[in-house]
């Protein structure tokens, strides 16, 4: 099993960054995908970055060119760099860690992109 914690969420304006964390514990040698996922209220849960154990990354189009996936392995932590952030990206962001037993979840952080 794997633990995760997020930070980095909070109101910012169209147009600005934010960076969110996520900081894994637990069985991490096992962890072989870590996302961030995103969803708002009423709609399902989305992928919104990936990057695999050996350094792979993938995005959903709507943010591919603003969202950058990165991590750090000495200190257990993913990363979702957020820029030219749009109304639209307004949601609760999640992080979310894929090992041979299945799939953890973090408890969320919620990203407001308004004026």
């Known amino acids: 099993q794997v633990q995760l914690v997020e930070s980095g969420g909070g109101l910012v304006q169209p147009g600005g960054s934010l960076r969110l964390s996520c900081v894994a514990s637990?069985?991490?040698?096992?962890?072989?995908?870590m996302d961030w996922y995103r969803q708002t209220p009423g709609s399902q849960r989305d992928l919104v970055a990936r990057?695999?154990?050996?350094?792979?990354?993938n995005y959903a189009d709507s943010v591919k060119g603003r969202f950058t996936i990165s991590e750090d392995n000495a200190k257990n932590t993913v990363y979702l760099q957020m820029n030219s952030l749009k109304p639209e990206d307004t949601a609760f962001y999640y992080c979310s860690a894929a090992h041979m037993k299945g799939r953890d979840w973090g408890q969320g952080t919620q990203v407001t992109v308004s004026s």
């Open positions: 990057i695999t154990a050996d350094g792979n990354t």
């Open positions: 637990g069985s991490i040698s096992s962890i072989k995908v």
